[in-house]
């Protein structure tokens, strides 16, 4: 049933390649055996005092950062949300997310042409003419 269309509010998926457990809620996607992993190592971190409670929230922020950059969301809040991701680099925000926002790929994208880009051969017929 893989790649069928669906109008379920909720996809519960179980036994894919690379993923035991996934949850799917509209564009929210649920990794559910790494995100309890996630959570409760932070969790053990912060009882065993490993780490401070402060650290372990930003620490448990970064996926909501990581979903700031979706491209479905307006400039704005994605600079924003590419400012806390890079933030959040020294605690490990390169890894996979556990929770992710399905990207729309729908975006105004702008983009800033600067100068002409001389056509193939037209450097070689101008400098043939001087």
């Known amino acids: ?5 669906t109008t379920s509010l909720m996809e519960i998926r179980i036994g894919e390649p690379g993923n035991v457990l996934t949850i799917e809620m509209g564009g ?4 559910v055996p790494r995100s309890v992993g996630y959570f409760a190592g932070l969790a053990a971190a912060v009882g065993l005092g490993l780490i401070e409670p402060p650290l372990a929230v930003f620490i448990a922020a970064v996926p909501m950062f990581k979903a700031l950059t979706n491209s479905a969301l307006p400039k704005v809040v994605r600079t ?3 400012v806390l991701e890079g933030a959040a680099k020294p605690v490990g925000s390169d890894a996979e997310g ?6 729309q790929r729908d975006t ?9 880009h001389p056509q193939r051969g037209q450097r070689q017929a101008d400098s043939d003419s001087r």
């Open 28 to 31: 929210l996607t649920v990794d």
């Open 98 to 103: 556990v929770v992710a926002l399905q990207d």
């Open 108 to 116: 105004d994208t702008t983009v800033v042409h600067l100068g002409a």
């Open 80 to 82: 924003v949300g590419e």
């Open 1 to 5: 049933m893989i790649g069928m269309a």
